[in-house]
């Protein structure tokens, strides 16, 4: 079974950038979509970007593109969402999830996700 845990959140100001980090727990990662969820108090959980693990492919939620990137260490088994540029709008739990999204399903659903980290704390002063 694998297992994920985010880190490298905490409290930033606006402007400032963050890397946060999954680590996943796993024989092989292979089978996986590794995507990045946020989560504000009294919202929805919205889909952030996701990539595939076997392919290095990924894809971003249109707030996302510009200042959101997903990478990937193989030799870690660690997948990382790089945010540039820090708005208050941005604060929010963020949570790593994966799970095997068939390649012409929807993968920016939250119930397509089997597996969830604990999540890490961003919060963005002004």
């Known amino acids: 079974q694998v297992q994920l845990a985010e880190s490298g959140g905490g409290l930033v100001q606006v402007g400032d950038s963050l890397r946060l980090s999954c680590a996943a727990s796993a024989r092989t990662l292979s089978p996986y979509v590794i995507a990045w969820f946020r989560q504000a108090p009294g919202e929805e959980r919205d889909f952030v970007g996701a990539?595939?693990?076997?392919?290095?492919?990924?894809v971003y939620s249109e707030f996302a593109k510009g200042r959101f990137t997903i990478t990937k260490d193989n030799a870690k088994n660690t997948v990382y969402l790089q945010i540039w540029s820090l708005k208050p709008e941005d604060t929010a739990v963020y949570y790593c999830?994966?799970?095997?999204?068939?390649?012409?399903?929807?993968?920016?659903?939250?119930?397509?996700?089997?597996?969830w980290g604990q999540g890490t704390q961003v919060t963005v002063s002004s």
């Open positions: 990539i595939r693990w076997s392919s290095g492919g990924t």
């Open positions: 999830a994966a799970g095997q999204v068939g390649y012409y399903d929807d993968l920016n659903l939250p119930s397509q996700y089997d597996i």
